[in-house]
Structure formats: C-alpha cells, structure tokens
C-alpha cells in the first residue's frame, strides 16, 4: 500500500512538473534616448546625399533577447523578448541620427551614396562584466567611385542588475552610442570626399 501511496505521489509531482505552464513572454524595447519620429527635427538642407539601405541582421537576432556568457557561449531567453527586430531598432535610431548629422541629408536617391548596415550583436553580455552590446558593420559605397568606408563598430554600456528592464535600458544607450558612431563614420568619410559629391 505504501509503495502504491509513494507511486502515486511521485506520478503527481511529476505530472504537475510537466504540465505546468509556463510564464507568459515578457517584452521590451530598448531604452534609446534619442527623440521618437514626431519630436524628431526636420531634415537638414542641403549636405551630402546618403541612401540608408535596409538594415540587416544576423539570422538568431530575431525577437527573442540574445544573451551571451562568452565569446563562443550564446543563448536565447525563454520568457524575454524584444517587442520590433533589433535590426528594425538600429535602422530608426540610425535614421534620425543621420537626420541631425550636419553636412549630411537622408534620400532615397537611388544615384546617392549607398550606406549597407549587418547587426552583428545585440547582446546581454553577461561575462566577464554585465553589459549590452551592439556591434554593426558599416559599408559606404558611391557608385562612381566604389567603397568609401568599411568599419566594424562596437558600442557597450554596463547593466547595473539583473533587472530585464535594466538590460532594455543599456541596450538603448549602447544603441545611441553605435549609431552616433556610424554617422560620424559617414560624416567623416564623406567630407574626406567632399569634392567628388555634389552638394
């Protein structure tokens, strides 16, 4: 009978183990700091023409937030999510800043010069120090005069908790960061250029 009592307990455990639902996916969205589209400031007239192409992204940065242990060591949440593509999130942030960057002005001229951007991080890195990481790989290309810049471009920013919402946050300052950095990239290539495009 006991044997039965501890079989039947253990059958129990066991089912309400596998039964269990799981908790519901959270989502996030990176705390960016730069202005949302309607409070953005219009285009600057006149500067450089720049065509941002599509931004892509590595095939596992999808919804689900990537966490990283170490250079090798990714993995995928379970319950976190972003609530847009972080190559969705790169290409607006990347829009407004080449917006506000003088000298420069966003077109979609398909005879402009042709700025390609692959996501290739955007990371809870989670050793050897909790951070988030956004690295992009910027091309420049002219048609008339070819590949003008090609840089691999790394923005971090330190996670202070565990807290996801803390991680969404320092992802959007590393997301700032990055896309300060390419249109400053682009801004100074260009200008190195500057005689061979029309204002």
């Known amino acids: 009978m006991r044997r039965r009592d501890g079989l039947l307990?253990?059958?129990?455990?066991?089912?309400g183990c596998l039964l269990r639902t799981p908790d519901p996916p959270r989502f996030f969205r990176p705390g960016s700091a730069v202005p949302a589209a309607d409070q953005a400031d219009p285009p600057a007239a006149g500067g450089i023409?720049?065509?941002?192409r599509g931004v892509r992204s590595k095939p596992f940065l999808r919804e689900r937030i990537?966490?990283?242990?170490?250079?090798?060591?990714?993995?995928?949440?379970?319950?976190?999510?972003?609530?847009d593509l972080p190559a969705h999130y790169v290409e607006q942030a990347l829009g407004r800043r080449l917006r506000e960057t003088p000298g420069l002005?966003?077109?979609n001229d398909p005879q402009a010069v042709a700025?390609?951007?692959?996501?290739?991080?955007?990371?809870?890195?989670?050793a050897p120090t909790h951070e988030a990481n956004v690295t992009l790989a910027v091309t420049l290309e002219d048609r008339a005069?070819?590949?003008l810049l090609t840089r691999t471009l790394d923005a971090r920013a330190g996670i202070e908790n565990d807290a996801p919402?803390?991680?969404a946050t320092a992802m959007g300052q590393a997301l700032d960061d990055a896309v300060a950095q390419v249109a400053d990239a682009v801004r100074?290539?260009?200008?190195?250029?500057?005689?061979?495009?029309?204002?």
Do not use: N
């Open 9 to 15: 307990v253990g059958l129990l455990v066991l089912g």
């Open 49 to 52: 023409a720049v065509r941002l």
């Open 66 to 83: 990537v966490w990283r242990a170490s250079e090798v060591e990714y993995g995928l949440y379970e319950q976190r999510r972003w609530i």
């Open 105 to 107: 002005r966003l077109t």
């Open 115 to 126: 700025l390609r951007v692959d996501v290739l991080a955007f990371d809870d890195v989670l």
């Open 145 to 147: 005069h070819g590949r």
């Open 165 to 167: 919402a803390s991680m």
């Open 188 to 199: 100074l290539s260009l200008q190195a250029h500057r005689a061979s495009f029309p204002q």
